[in-house]
């Protein structure tokens, strides 16, 4: 079965600084990836996805994540940290055939001054 | 832009009632799921549904269940509520067929009492 792993539940950075979120997926198969971010009181919003090609994504708000299939990785990274990127971000795992998604426990990202 | 919404925002609810979470899609998606969201543990998927009529267990079903009469929307179901069901309850939806993201409502907290 897929399963996700997060390290850190807890991130703090300062403003400017780089940001960096772990995630180490497990999957019999080539995986879907994905990353959502998550701001106070509401859903989830898609940051970034994975499914074949270009091993670095680009996604939305200057983030980007590098799928290592050795690794069995897939970091979030932002160069530089800003206030409004305060949020909880999970990474997830799809099962290849069919439509769930597994979650990571997430990992809430604090950004300092 | 594909629309998801939970009918309620903030929820308070007794033991033992039955209490009804609605879902409702604009964009004529085939798949729908609900999930629960609890500190430190992420999303964990209760329930999902691929078609009218269809549902599926995920993995965490106990006192759970779900209905699906019309495509667009997917309501969740407990039927006696208890206090350790108070939680932040997600909706999604998803197109069938291509590799997409989940579409996220805004979510229900959910508090027992």
């Known amino acids: 079965a897929q399963s996700v792993t997060q390290l850190g539940s807890h991130v703090s950075v300062s403003e400017g600084a780089l940001v960096l979120l772990r995630c180490n997926y497990s999957s019999s198969v080539p995986p879907y990836l994905f990353w959502y971010v998550q701001y106070p009181n509401q859903g989830l919003q898609l940051l970034l996805k994975y499914t074949t090609g270009a091993t670095l994504v680009k996604g939305i708000n200057g983030f980007e994540a590098e799928f290592k299939k050795s690794e069995t990785s897939f970091h979030l990274t932002k160069p530089s940290a800003h206030m409004s990127d305060a949020a909880e971000y999970f990474c997830?795992?799809?099962?290849?055939?069919?439509?769930?998604?597994?979650f990571g426990t997430g990992t809430r990202l604090l950004v300092s001054p | 832009d594909v629309k998801v919404t939970q009918s309620s925002r903030y929820l308070v609810k007794r033991t033992g009632e039955k209490v009804f979470l609605e879902c409702v899609q604009d964009?004529?998606?085939?798949?729908m799921f609900w999930y629960r969201q609890d500190p430190g543990l992420g999303l964990r998927l209760i329930y999902f549904?691929?078609?009218?009529?269809?549902?599926e267990k995920g993995d965490i079903p106990e006192g759970y269940s779900v209905s699906r009469e019309k495509k667009e929307r997917f309501s969740l179901i407990l039927e006696s509520a208890s206090t350790n069901q108070t939680s932040m309850y997600l909706c999604?939806?998803?197109?069938?067929?291509?590799?997409?993201?989940?579409?996220f409502g805004d979510g229900t907290r959910l508090s027992i009492l």
């Open positions: 997830a795992v799809r099962d290849t055939g069919f439509q769930k998604l597994v």
């Open positions: 549904s691929y078609d009218v009529k269809m549902k």
């Open positions: 964009m004529d998606h085939e798949n």
């Open positions: 999604a939806s998803l197109t069938a067929g291509r590799v997409q993201p989940q579409h």
